[in-house]
């Protein structure tokens, strides 16, 4: 890791025990929930946004103003609001892409979740969803969120990741396998 994403990790870690604890105590998890979607569609949707983050270009007054108006146009909640216009006085707006990462983890533990990262060789059916989910559940003892992508040089097969654990069923890893096997032979 480098230094920089450590320290940009610490951060977000430090903001976002503290939000979530105060959403915690004021019964607002799910308000916290939302908050966050809203700001990752901004993040996702939005160069200007990103820009705003991440440029030395802007002034902390220039941030701040920003800030505030995103803030209400978005509708986030108090504690997020303030914690944004925290962050933009100090300069560590940056931060907000693990920031928002530590929330979701904070609060996917709160009810006992877990998220899947999954890479499909194809689009699945819910049937296939819901017995991978089943699968995923029985195997790490938490309700299983699946992010799943479609990456079609997988040819076959599945590639999960459930926190550090990784599992690859694809075609393309067995080939790249045996191609690997037959090197060491010939």
């Known amino acids: 890791m480098s230094e920089s994403s450590s320290i940009s990790t610490g951060i977000a870690a430090r903001y976002g025990s503290a939000v979530f604890e105060l959403a915690k105590d004021g019964n607002a998890l799910d308000a916290l929930e939302r908050d966050i979607d809203t700001l990752e569609g901004a993040l996702n949707d939005s160069e200007d946004f990103r820009a705003l983050i991440h440029?030395?270009?802007?002034?902390?007054?220039?941030?701040?103003?920003?800030?505030?108006?995103?803030?209400d146009k978005m509708g986030l909640s108090d504690t997020v609001a303030s914690?944004?216009?925290l962050m933009s006085s100090k300069r560590?707006?940056?931060v907000l892409p693990h920031l928002m990462a530590v929330l979701r983890d904070l609060i996917a533990d709160e009810k006992g979740e877990v998220t899947a990262e999954v890479q499909a060789a194809r689009a699945l059916s819910d049937d296939q969803r819901t017995k991978l989910a089943e699968t995923l559940k029985a195997s790490v003892g938490k309700t299983v969120k699946m992010n799943v992508t479609v990456d079609e040089s997988l040819i076959g097969g599945l590639i999960v990741r459930v926190g550090s654990k990784m599992i690859d069923t694809s075609v393309r890893s067995k080939l790249a396998a045996l191609q690997n096997t037959m090197r060491e032979v010939g």
């Open 55 to 71: 440029s030395p270009i802007y002034s902390r007054d220039d941030q701040a103003r920003a800030i505030a108006a995103l803030a």
């Open 92 to 94: 560590r707006l940056f």
């Open 83 to 85: 914690t944004l216009k």
